[in-house]
């Protein structure tokens, strides 16, 4: 198992053009996209068809809002998308066919505006850690995060409808999310007060949809979804680089900046001798995180590194503090009873918070593989409910067991006394 992790990937994609979005233009284009077409910088809205690679099969990156959850979307069908010029060019390799309907492009670009800062943030974080000063320089890897996102932090808004209806077209037409037209009333009111940052509820007013402000001008979106697109494409691109040069390595996790690959013994030498030959401490490059025996992955940001002890591991939402199975979290959350404000205890075990949207497909040579559950524009509301139930059934209690299991095992090797 190598774990492999990208060096400021955020603040390298800062690095790149930017349409300039005082020069931004809608273009018709209605026809297929030709091997020599030239893109211009800009947002297209595709329909991709016809698959042509087994790589983008087995790690299709496209995903369907449905019944409240993001979940793959089926690659028999067509996907209809919005990608940058960048990202078309990446596709255009693995489909068949592009259709572009239009897209908004400019011909003029320009560079983040604080792209440089990002420079110097990455700088100093290199010189901190070399120092062995790790509070100044895990202050610039929070800096660096907060540089690529800052550009997009709207202020919320509220808007109140008459009716249901129209509510419902102000979602689809502002954000993007429609309902399924056979999904039930109650679902859908169960996603929408779930859903954080947008939400719904009914007032004196009518229907109220709150959410965040896109027309909030000190706000500007194409900066940040270009970043996170083309850290994306940089990812995709690394594990189609590994998967091509070693055919029977598989890639066993990926999430937004790190890979972790699983190599055949027969061809783990000659593996590492490669990556370290591209891996680098420059900004975009990676380095190799760990290298162990084994690995646990249950869903993105949870994961287990390790050999006879855990050397490396994620365990998102538990506050962990260091003990790679702690298994449950603590919080206090405020309850208004009355004109009092009551502090309540609460705690959340992290089987409760696991996802549903994962199935288990059992493999060989001691291998089980989580697929994202797959959805197409005709998937019945209630396939998707039953799959959804099944997986709360079976694929999480199996996961938890999992996790249960490698505990039991690495405390079986570990001093009493530390339990780790």
């Known amino acids: 198992m190598v774990a492999i992790d990208f060096n400021a990937m955020y603040s390298a994609c800062m690095q ?4 300039k979005p005082s020069s931004l233009e809608r273009v018709a ?3 297929a996209l030709a091997p020599g077409d030239e893109l211009k910088a800009g947002l297209y809205r595709c329909l991709l068809s016809n698959p042509s690679t087994d790589f983008i099969r087995r790690h299709n990156p496209f995903r369907s809002f449905r019944s409240g959850r993001y979940l793959a979307a089926s690659l028999d069908e067509s996907v209809e998308v919005d990608l940058n010029e960048f990202e078309l060019e990446y596709y255009r390799r693995h489909f068949d066919t592009i259709h572009v309907t239009h897209a908004v492009v400019s011909d003029q670009q320009i560079i983040h505006p604080l792209a440089k ?3 110097r943030s990455f700088a100093c974080r290199r010189n901190f850690r070399d120092q062995g000063n790790k509070a100044l320089a895990d202050r610039e890897k929070f800096l660096s995060t907060l540089l690529s996102s800052c550009a997009s932090r709207p202020s919320s808004s509220r808007s109140s409808f008459s009716s249901r209806e129209r509510a419902f077209e102000f979602l689809r037409s502002e954000y993007g999310m429609m309902p399924a037209s056979d999904e039930p009333q109650v ?9 954080g940052r947008l ?3 009914t007032d004196a007013t009518g229907t109220v949809i709150a959410g965040p402000d896109l027309s909030d001008q000190s706000t500007c979106f194409l900066f940040n979804q270009r970043i996170v697109a083309r850290g994306r494409v940089m990812v995709l691109e690394k594990m189609e680089a590994i998967c091509s ?8 996790y990926s999430n937004i900046d790190s890979i972790h690959i699983s190599f055949p013994r027969k061809d783990i030498e000659s593996a590492l001798r490669w990556l370290r030959s591209k891996a680098s401490e420059e900004m975009g490059s990676f380095k190799i995180e760990a290298i162990t025996d084994h690995g646990l992955w249950l869903e993105p940001g949870r994961y287990w590194l390790y050999s006879q002890q855990i050397e490396k591991f994620r365990n998102r939402g538990m506050s962990t503090g260091g003990r790679p199975f702690k298994d449950h979290a603590i919080h206090v959350e405020s309850r208004k009873i ?3 404000h009551i502090p309540i205890r609460i705690g959340v075990a992290m089987q409760k918070t696991m996802s549903v949207s994962r ?10 593989y989580q697929r994202l559950l797959e959805v197409g524009d005709d998937t019945p509301f209630e396939t998707v409910l039953a799959a959804l139930e099944d997986n709360r059934a079976r694929s999480v209690s199996a996961r938890a067991e999992a996790f249960a299991q490698l505990r039991d095992e690495i405390e079986s090797h570990c001093p009493a006394a530390s339990g780790q």
Do not use: M, Q
């Not at 790149?16 to 349409?19: C, Q, R, V």
């Not at 679902?187 to 859903?195: K, P, Y």
């Not at 040069?245 to 066993?252: E, S, V």
């Not at 199935?359 to 089980?368: C, D, I, N, Y």
């Open 16 to 19: 790149h053009t930017f349409p």
């Open 29 to 31: 284009w209605n026809r």
């Open 117 to 119: 800062e990002a420079t």
């Open 187 to 195: 679902a859908i009111d169960h996603w929408l007060e779930n859903r």
């Open 199 to 201: 939400s719904s509820f």
């Open 245 to 252: 040069r070693f055919p029977d390595a598989l890639i066993c």
């Open 338 to 340: 009355g004109n009092l």
């Open 359 to 368: 199935s288990l497909v059992a493999g060989g040579a001691g291998v089980t």
